[in-house]
């Protein structure tokens, strides 16, 4: 019997440095012979996500409850086959979930619960990343303000949102740090949770939010 995947997400506000870490991290994985695969959200080349795409670079205005709904769709209509390759044992490095979509509506003034129930029952992660990094640093990387939601004040709002959305998968690393050190922290996290990670997975679990 195939033994499924892990369910890694990486999150975090905007320059933690996620994507650079999450590509490191499917290197890493797959170099340990441990078939591994990156997944984005929101994934911009289906429908939704031009959408979001157009509204993420102000291109476009929608209101904060539809771009909410979408941001949920876009995850929603990948579920059924990221479900199928946990299941064929691939492990996928997430980068940005449920958590995101909910931690930036409601840091513009939507609902909290409200913004949780579009994502009641999507895959539940095995463990949280969370790239945690100062609105302070944040603005000295480079490309901060380029998108919609990269404006200080809010980004302060976003972190506050994510506290609320933590719960005991969630391991906090220190973004601040070099790159490297970024790195061998999360592998260190990863290394040391992997195997009793692996020794409670049954079954897929579809009950994100659910406690």
Known sequence: MTQRGLLIVVEGCDRSGKSTQCDILVNSLQQKGIDTELVKFPDRTTQTGKMIDSYLQQKSELDDHAIHL??????????????????????????????????????????????RNPDIGLLTPDIVLFLDLSIDDAEKRGGFGDERYEKRELQIKVRDQFMKLKDDSWKFIDASQSKENVEKEIWNTIDATRNLLQDNIQELQFNLWKK
């Open 70 to 115: 979408l941001f949920s769709a876009n995850r929603w209509e990948a579920m059924k086959t990221l479900s199928e390759k946990l299941n064929n044992g691939k492990t996928l490095v997430v980068d940005r979930y449920a958590f995101s979509g909910v931690a930036f509506s409601s840091a513009k003034g939507l609902d909290l619960e409200w913004c």
